[in-house]
């Protein structure tokens, strides 16, 4: 590899001004996800399944695990809107054992204490103690979070839900961030979101995922002459912002192994790119490695495409995916 191939990974710079994930369009009333649950066969099914209930600025959670029990991924949704979709496939309160964090952003962790208090307490957060700390500094979160939190650290496993975990470091500036590594029998499911750059070890793990779930949220030209504020503009685009289509299309194309099954893009900016293009731009680095790609919707001539990608809608719920 060459010098100019790694810049693929930007070089850390300090003076990234950190806020909130925030978008400064009005905020779209959710819709409810489709009637009509996908379950797109896998050449080797693991037994997992995943749903996500939102994705990007406005709120992200994802339920990943059994029809027994499993965990929501982030906490950033209404757990009206969550615990019904969850309903509607089959999933009680109860069988959510815990809710995992990414990082202390608004849109990751706004509901994590109404998912506990008005639906399941026997819930535990699972999150670094730097990412808690985070939580009570906000004022919309209760203090009585601390008592549902377990802490984990950095590259430490974890089992919950008949599932390991173990968080990695990515980089982004929340209080600490963090991604999953969630191994389910022979399987890795690897969340990979809110990252400026890829760090090593977010790529030792997307490296060896089955299923990856990774950050696909700007398209540079569209943000570069997006209506943006510059001083927003370099914040998306630094390294401890959020990740460019092509950076994460080509760390798929060149860096991820051929177990890889499934893809979903997730966290993409309203403005400045479409699921149009992320998936396109992701399509075409899966078929540069002689892959064929699926459309995830189960239909014949997709089902048994090498690998399935589909993009987390922004407000709606997924379909009910069974990996
Ligand atoms: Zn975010
Ligand atoms: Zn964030």
Same mark, same amino acid.
């Given at each position: 590899m060459d010098n100019n191939e790694s810049s693929t990974y930007k070089q850390p710079v300090r003076g990234v001004i950190a806020f909130d994930d925030f978008d400064d369009s009005p905020v779209m009333p959710p819709k409810s996800g489709s009637d009509e649950p996908a379950k797109p066969k896998s050449a +080797? #099914?693991?037994g997992l399944s995943f749903m996500s209930f939102g994705s990007g600025s406005s709120g992200n959670c994802a339920y990943l695990g059994t029809s027994e029990q499993g965990v929501l991924i =982030? *906490? #950033? %949704? =209404?757990p009206e809107k969550v615990f019904a979709e969850l309903k509607r496939n089959g999933?009680?309160? $109860? *069988? %959510?054992?815990a809710i995992v964090l990414t990082h202390d952003h608004q849109d990751h962790v706004r509901y994590v204490y109404k998912t506990i208090r008005g639906f399941n307490k026997n819930i535990a957060v699972y999150c670094t103690m730097r990412v808690m700390n985070g939580l009570l500094r !906000? +004022?919309?979160?209760? !203090? !009585?979070?601390k008592e549902y939190k377990v802490d984990i650290w950095h590259e430490t496993p974890f089992k919950v839900a008949g599932m390991e975990f173990t968080a990695f470091e990515t980089s982004h500036d929340g209080t600490d961030n963090v991604g999953f590594n969630i191994r389910f029998g022979e399987f890795n499911f690897v969340v990979a979101t809110d990252m400026g750059v890829i760090t090593d070890r977010a790529a030792h793990y997307m490296s060896q995922a089955h299923f990856l779930m990774i950050e696909s949220n700007y398209d540079r030209a569209m943000l570069d002459n997006g209506r943006y504020p510059e001083y927003l503009k370099s914040r998306i685009r630094g390294p401890r912002g959020h990740l460019d289509n092509t950076v994460a299309a080509r760390f798929v194309a060149e860096q %991820?192994?051929? $177990?890889?099954q499934w893809v979903f893009l997730c966290h993409? /900016? &309203? =403005?400045? &790119?479409?699921p149009e293009i992320a998936l396109a731009t992701m399509r075409e680095a899966l078929q540069s490695r002689g892959q064929t790609v699926g =459309? *995830? /919707? &189960?239909a014949p001539d997709q089902r048994d495409r090498d690998v399935q990608l589909y993009a987390l809608p922004r407000y709606d719920s997924s379909p009910w995916f069974v990996l």
């Open positions: +080797h #099914g693991s =982030d *906490a #950033g %949704v =209404d999933i009680s309160p $109860q *069988a %959510v054992k !906000r +004022h919309n979160i209760s !203090r !009585r979070i %991820v192994g051929a $177990q890889l993409l /900016s &309203n =403005d400045n &790119n479409t =459309d *995830a /919707s &189960n």
